[in-house]
């Protein structure tokens, strides 16, 4: 397991994270995963084995249980809470008051608390925002992002779902009045969606910020168990949870080249998904989850493999987005800015 700088901070984060959208199993939640407290216990011990520091869970996933099944798991298997950094979100709806959704100050203060309780902490190392929440001002989030890393009860603030301009106006608010910034991004990123190549990945380069990708088998569907000829897998959540959105004849032609290129490494086809994403300018950490220890140690395992230059562009070329204006106008212009 390798190690990276968490954006432009000192903390320290594994190459993998593991995401805990599996652990409950409530409601909604329960086509994703229904982990019980064992089974969780388990996969902890196993995430700590491979060398997995970061640990990633939100208030909504299956309505809080996943931040009490991690938080007791955490004292059942004697982890060390200082050897882990443990991220949880905010902005979901988490019940039926007026006041229990979204990013104002009254939320994400009364949300941190209950996060905190569920887990057992007294602090979590880094909270994302969710979500765009188009009622509350961009300013008073930040403003109360801030002033909840005051308080001790959280380390860092990052963001998930928000568009490159929204991310950028947080940034520059907090910047004019001293507080604390964005040092993340969670988002969306797999060979079947690349779209964050166009705004979200040139940001976090210039602003240094870190990058998570999550969904880096867009759902299970490019686990390999999905095939033009074989639509349903019959043992993943793809079958009863077609998320997120995917433009499945280009999917299958992308399966198609990771199996190829699994089998010259004698890898399955996810290792290679998982590798291509770990291999991206700008990946500081990639979001994986596993419902069992066989597929957490097969995740865990694509760390292994470095692709040849030739496989890469095999990958890439299968998987390309096409261009979009702006972009193709930007990429023409800079052409007579290059010094030969």
Known sequence: MKYNFLGNT?????????????????????????????????????????GINF??????????????????????????????????????????????????RYHIFQSVDESLHRLQLDHVDILYVHGVDPKTPVEE???ALNDIVLTGKVRYVAVCNWPAWMVMKAIGIAEKHGWNKFIG??????????????????????QNLALMPWSPLAGGFLSGKYTRHN???GDSRRDNFDFPPVNKPKAYDIIDVLIEVGKQYGVSAAQIALAWVRLQ?????????????????????????ELSADDLARINEVSALTKEYPGWMVERQAADREIK
Do not use: H
């Not at 596993?290 to 865990?300: F, S, T």
């Open 55 to 104: 640990i990633d869970t939100a208030n909504i996933y299956s309505y809080g249980e996943s931040e009490r099944l991690l938080g007791q798991s955490i004292i059942d298997t004697g982890i060390n809470r200082n050897d882990l950094v443990i991220a949880t979100k905010v902005r979901g709806r988490m019940g039926e008051g007026k006041n229990y959704v979204g990013l104002s």
């Open 141 to 143: 989030t930040v403003r």
């Open 10 to 50: 000192g903390l320290v984060v594994s190459e993998l994270c593991f995401g805990t959208m599996t652990f409950g199993g409530r409601g909604y939640w329960e086509a994703i995963g229904k982990i019980q407290q064992q089974e969780v216990n388990e996969l902890m011990k196993t995430v700590v084995d491979a």
């Open 185 to 206: 991004l969670q988002y969306y990123y797999s060979l079947s969606s690349r779209d964050i190549e166009r705004e979200i990945l040139p940001l976090a380069k210039d």
């Open 231 to 233: 639509e349903k897998a």
């Open 281 to 305: 300018p700008g990946v500081t950490s990639t979001i994986i989850g596993a419902k069992n220890v066989d597929q957490l140690n097969d995740n865990v395992n694509s760390t292994a493999i």
